[in-house]
């Protein structure tokens, strides 16, 4: 894996944690009533789709070795093509159910990967 793909993973891995960060500390009702939160969400769920969808341009086998990667493509792209229309109870899953089994499924793939310094 070369390092921009895994720099778009963590970009992604990182937005991820921010999810489900968000997720633990409120709960499905709150989250479905809250304004503030549809839209923290959603830019997260803008971020993970937006360097999946790069990484896998980069790296075409991580479609099969992410799960569910391109339904959570899928929900960047309803986000931003679809705003009317955004499933929150759909988005509350996808946080909860989806995209820990995604961090997971990342942190795996970059174990390998050496990480290289920003030059500062």
């Known amino acids: 894996m070369n390092q921009q793909t895994a720099?778009?993973?963590h970009d992604a891995n990182?937005?991820?944690?921010?999810?489900?960060?968000?997720?633990a500390s409120t709960t499905r009702e709150r989250f479905l009533e809250d304004?503030?939160?549809?839209?923290?969400?959603e830019r997260?769920?803008?971020?993970?789709?937006i360097a999946l969808t790069k990484a896998i341009q980069s790296a075409p086998d991580l479609q099969t070795q992410i799960p569910e990667v391109?339904?959570?493509?899928?929900?960047?792209?309803?986000?931003?093509?679809e705003y009317a229309e955004v499933?929150?109870?759909l988005m509350w899953f996808m946080a909860t159910q989806k995209v820990p089994e995604m961090?997971?499924?990342?942190?795996r793939l970059l174990e390998d990967v050496p990480?290289?310094?920003d030059p500062a």
């Open 7 to 9: 720099k778009l993973l």
């Open 14 to 23: 990182s937005a991820g944690q921010e999810v489900q960060q968000y997720a």
């Open 35 to 41: 304004r503030s939160l549809h839209l923290i969400f």
């Open 44 to 49: 997260l769920f803008e971020i993970i789709g």
């Open 70 to 81: 391109r339904k959570i493509i899928d929900t960047r792209n309803r986000i931003a093509h």
């Open 87 to 89: 499933n929150y109870p």
């Open 103 to 107: 961090c997971e499924t990342i942190e």
């Open 115 to 117: 990480v290289e310094e």
